[in-house]
């Protein structure tokens, strides 16, 4: 039999057998590839719901097994489904994307569960259910742009999540640079690394342009989040804020899809129209965006949102019908705090809209802002290392930094929401803060 010394050997071995037209039929499968790998977790956005997702690279069943925290016996089995996913590269490699959804879990509660079949299990693994009251204060951490090459805040991102910090993460889009790589093996690569992270907390994304081979396929196929459109644009509440994400790309990538803007247009109206109504705002007042290219920077790089009309912020102009920005319909919708990434480096905004400074008052900028805050939080590290910024930035630019580091939201309660930006450069330390503060949300709090 012939010994391979890792998987990624014996796929290759396997391809040149086949491109030679030899049979493979008598080469063993090692049982790795019925392991379970690169497990995470996302909400699916269901009360009492935790939605476990996994990778083998032959078919097997899909089986959670759990149970409370601190149970030695996971007495609760849920069957899922697996769906072949072929990667679009010139190996057309296949793998096994296995989805189970855990329902009926008592809020709040921690477990502990293990993935997989009688083929293979993983390791045994935890998470705390989602606590669905409105008054719970969650803490999540945000960033963008991490990539399998120069991870610089993925160790510490381990260590905190280990330590119990948040309920859950907001990747802003961009990861491994790029998935689709080496046939989707540096994907593969990735989805291991953050694991640590990931198989803990619900890893909630968004889709970047890293993400944009084969129509986006890597991470429509790999990642589970809520809705119906394969993770590209949906909603989910946790605690007393509504969380919107939503794809930039549909406004760059026209060749997959002009139509793809009407229909996330559409789709945003009618979700903040929900979100708006009396007794949903008032139950989750905070309405959060989260999508991966600003509407807003300055970056020195010639990117959209350098440009006064950024596609994102004031829509295409160039096509036909033309086609509407997101600026205008999240003002309009009371969007109290917009995420994004893209851009290198962190980036907070003094309140803004229509390319004006719009603060609450001159002491206390983000005390009843007039405009949604900007957040950009794209310098998780990777290869492409840092941005540089335009020395001569716009008035709405508040403070900019270069250092490598994420940043931490907490929602508080319905009238405080906090934020923080953790440099990694500096081991850790915590370079910017803010409060934003709201008396009164939506449209209204604008006059």
């Known amino acids: 039999m012939i010994q391979f010394r890792s998987r990624a050997e014996m796929e290759r071995v396997c391809v040149v057998l086949v491109l030679l037209g030899a049979p493979v039929w008598g080469l063993a499968v090692p049982p790795v590839w019925t392991q379970p790998e690169q497990v995470h977790l996302s909400y699916p956005g269901a009360s009492g719901c935790m939605l476990v997702t996994w990778t083998t690279f032959n078919q097997t069943e899909s089986w959670v097994e759990y149970g409370l925290g601190g149970q030695r016996v996971l007495h609760m089995r849920t069957q899922g489904q697996a769906a072949l996913f072929i990667d679009g590269g010139e190996e057309k490699r296949r793998m096994y994307i296995h989805r189970v959804t855990l329902t009926d879990l008592k809020p ?111 991470y429509r196929n790999r990642f589970s989040m809520p809705g119906q459109t394969e993770s590209l644009w949906y909603s989910w509440n946790i605690g007393p804020a509504h969380i919107i994400s939503l794809s930039t790309e549909v406004y760059f990538y026209l060749s997959y899809g002009q139509e793809l803007i009407f229909r996330q247009y559409a789709w945003l109206k009618m979700d903040l129209e929900e979100a708006n109504k009396p007794e949903n705002r008032a139950a989750r007042p905070w309405i959060i965006t989260m999508g991966h290219r600003p509407m807003y920077c300055s970056d020195d790089d010639q990117d ?139 449209s209204s709090a604008w006059f």
Request: glycine share 8%.
């Open 108 to 218: 709040a509660a921690a477990y502990v569960y293990h993935c997989g079949s009688d083929l293979g299990w993983s390791d045994r693994f935890a998470f705390t259910a989602l606590n669905d009251s409105t008054s719970f204060s969650p803490r999540l951490a945000l960033y963008g742009d991490l990539g399998n090459a120069n991870p610089q805040s993925l160790a510490r991102l381990q260590k905190e999540t280990q330590q119990g910090m948040y309920d859950a993460i907001l990747h802003i889009g961009d990861f491994a640079y790029d998935m689709d790589e080496d046939n989707g093996r540096i994907g593969d690569e990735f989805m291991r690394q953050i694991q640590s992270i990931a198989a803990y907390l619900p890893y909630m994304t968004c889709p970047g342009n890293h993400e944009s081979s084969y129509n986006f396929s890597n």
């Open 304 to 442: 959209d949102c350098t440009k006064f009309d950024s596609f994102v912020r004031q829509g295409r102009k160039d096509i036909s019908p033309p086609a509407p920005g997101l600026e205008d319909l999240f003002y309009l919708h009371g969007v109290d705090v917009e995420l994004w990434a893209h851009e290198h480096t962190y980036e907070r905004l003094w309140p803004v809209y229509g390319d004006k400074v719009l603060n609450g008052s001159s002491d206390q900028p983000y005390v009843n802002p007039k405009a949604p805050v900007h957040i950009i939080t794209g310098s998780a590290g990777c290869r492409e290392k840092h941005d540089q910024f335009n020395p001569n930035p716009k008035d709405w630019s508040a403070l900019r930094s270069t250092d490598y580091g994420y940043t931490r939201m907490q929602v508080v309660n319905n009238t405080h929401l906090y934020l923080e930006q953790v440099s990694d450069d500096q081991h850790g330390q915590v370079i910017d803060s803010i409060w934003v503060v709201k008396d009164k949300h939506g």
